[in-house]
């Protein structure tokens, strides 16, 4: 009999325990995992959409292109006038062969970034700025008593406070992680062959001008259709370069993802 009894006192201790599990539960409620919330699509847009307010905008696009076609004719005319004279001032051959002699000899040996940066190619010099822009901003994000500064600033929006400013810093402005891994993996796809043909100089001017050509034609088409909201990324300068390669190189097979096979 003392087996049962044994049995019986802890199958009311369980019990006992079970009841007073739940009832603290109860009084406490259960606890859940909080989920971030996105302060992007949280946020209630209101405002006028007139299209009066699409004046200084277009302005401001205008001049945002026009300094970066001008920033691009500065730059490359410098560098050829750099070359130009490098090559005129060229000392002759004895005098060219001692200098070099000389300057190697005097020449300390470069860093591991310096010898870094120089192995890089032309394309990954003008990529890697563009990526730690767009990655500073990103992180800028996760910081949560910055996402109103980040919001009126680096989101376009026809109906906020802030218009013009918004329209360069969008470009770079990324909130999710899929967003961004997207948009650079695509650009550093094709960056070589439009770099290829159009130079540093161009490819840079070309990107500024058409990302921020692309978000002010956001702002129209928001204010056509009487819809406020958010945008954010560099989509439009990006499917401009990929428009460019896809017309300079016709015949050309391309594909952003590799297939890969096996032997």
């Given amino acids: 009999m003392r087996p049962i009894v044994n049995d019986h006192v802890s199958r009311c201790v369980y019990v006992r325990l079970q009841l007073r599990s739940a009832f603290h539960n109860s009084r406490r409620g259960a606890r859940k995992p909080v989920s971030e919330p996105n302060a992007i699509e949280n946020i209630h847009i209101e405002g006028p959409l007139n299209a009066s307010g699409l004046l200084k905008p277009f302005f401001f696009t205008v001049g945002v292109t026009s300094l970066s076609l001008a920033?691009?004719?500065?730059?490359?005319?410098?560098?050829?006038?750099?070359?130009?004279?490098?090559?005129?001032?060229?000392?002759?051959?004895?005098?060219?062969a001692h200098h070099k002699r000389v300057s190697e000899n005097n020449r300390s040996e470069p860093g591991p970034i310096?010898?870094?940066?120089?192995?890089?190619?032309?394309?990954?010099?003008?990529?890697?700025?563009?990526?730690?822009?767009?990655?500073?901003?990103?992180?800028?994000?996760?910081?949560?008593?910055?996402?109103?500064?980040?919001?009126?600033?680096?989101?376009?929006?026809?109906?906020?406070?802030?218009?013009?400013?918004?329209?360069?810093?969008?470009?770079?402005?990324?909130?999710?992680?899929?967003?961004?891994?997207?948009?650079m993996y695509v650009l550093y796809s094709f960056m070589p062959a439009a770099i290829a043909s159009l130079g540093k100089e161009q490819f840079v001017a070309m990107y500024l001008s058409t990302g921020v050509?692309?978000?002010?034609?956001?702002?129209?088409?928001?204010?056509?259709?009487?819809?406020?909201?958010?945008?954010?990324?560099?989509?439009?300068?990006?499917?401009?370069?990929?428009?460019?390669?896809?017309?300079?190189?016709?015949?050309?097979?391309l594909s952003i993802i590799k297939e890969i096979t096996r032997i």
């Avoid at 929006?157 to 810093?169: R, T």
């Avoid at 702002?219 to 406020?228: N, T, W």
Wanted: proline letters at 6%.
């Fill in 213 to 253: 050509i692309s978000s002010f034609a956001s702002f129209l088409y928001k204010v056509v259709v009487c819809q406020p909201a958010l945008s954010l990324g560099a989509s439009g300068a990006i499917m401009s370069i990929l428009s460019y390669v896809c017309v300079q190189y016709p015949d050309t097979r």
């Fill in 71 to 96: 920033g691009w004719v500065i730059w490359e005319y410098e560098n050829l006038r750099s070359h130009a004279s490098t090559f005129l001032k060229r000392p002759g051959q004895w005098l060219n």
């Fill in 114 to 183: 310096k010898k870094w940066w120089s192995s890089l190619r032309e394309s990954e010099k003008v990529f890697l700025p563009i990526l730690a822009a767009n990655i500073l901003v990103f992180g800028a994000w996760r910081i949560r008593p910055l996402q109103p500064f980040m919001i009126k600033y680096f989101c376009s929006n026809p109906s906020g406070s802030a218009k013009c400013l918004p329209i360069v810093l969008s470009t770079f402005s990324h909130y999710s992680t899929l967003h961004l891994a997207a948009n």
